[in-house]
Nanobody, 121 residues
Framework: QVQLVESGGGLVQAGGSLRLSCAASGNILRINTMGWYRQAAGKQRELVATITSGGSTNYADSVKGRFTISRDNAKNTVDLQMNMLKPEDTAVYYC???????????????WGQGTLVTVSS
């Protein structure tokens, strides 16, 4: 019905940059809050950044000033620009959205499959 597909992950050296993209597709009326989460090996999934439909953003303290989240409501996409990457940023990054489907109207949470970001020192 509704799917999220992430792209842009890869291997980068410390101090480098990557841009992650997430595209939502399906029977979508609108998308409310969109966000990026990450899960490092042996750790729980944590919030990285979120952005509301109105453009309000929220960032984890660990990425504030280095990462920028943005969205294109017309294309149903959300991006995460990651600059000044550190080895501790290494994780699988997951896109997350709350979508509202076309009639019959439903509202629910959707997770992407994840994209791996590896930052070498």
């Amino acid at each position: 019905q509704v799917q999220l597909v992430e792209s842009g992950g890869g291997l980068v050296q410390a101090g480098g940059s990557l841009r992650l993209s997430c595209a939502a597709s399906g029977n979508i009326l609108r998308i409310n809050t969109m966000g990026w989460y990450r899960q490092a090996a042996g750790k729980q999934r944590e919030l990285v950044a979120t952005i509301t439909s109105g453009g309000s953003t929220n960032y984890a303290d660990s990425v504030k000033g280095r990462f920028t989240i943005s969205r294109d409501n017309a294309k149903n996409t959300v991006d995460l620009q990651m600059n000044m990457l550190k080895p501790e940023d290494t994780a699988v990054y997951y896109c997350n959205t709350y979508v509202v489907t076309t009639w019959p109207i439903r509202s629910f949470e959707v997770w992407g499959q994840g994209t791996l970001v590896t930052v070498s020192s």
